[in-house]
């Protein structure tokens, strides 16, 4: 499996089991989760990052297909200050 730099580059997003992309990110790229979300039609948005700033987004629909959809470097948290909204 390679992750492109970008969607605009990649032809195709790179799809498969849950399991082995999160396996997959983890060995090579030491990427971990950092946060997740459950849309309204129930696809399970992920976030994992690395250490050294790497990224990946992927997604899994309910089906139990999973794609990546995007990556990069330079990841930051930020995290929301009490008494003002998240922008």
């Known amino acids: 499996m390679v992750f492109a730099s970008s969607l605009a580059q990649a032809q195709q997003a790179p799809c498969g089991k849950r399991g082995k992309i999160r396996s997959k990110l983890g060995k090579d790229y030491a990427e971990q989760p950092v946060s997740l979300g459950l849309s309204s039609n129930g696809t399970l948005v992920e976030v994992l990052v690395s250490k050294s700033g790497g990224w990946t987004i992927i997604y899994t629909m309910p089906n139990g297909g999973s794609c ?3 990556t990069g470097q ?7 200050k009490a008494g003002r909204p998240a922008a």
């Open 68 to 70: 990546v959809i995007a």
């Open 74 to 80: 330079s990841w930051e948290a930020i995290a929301a």
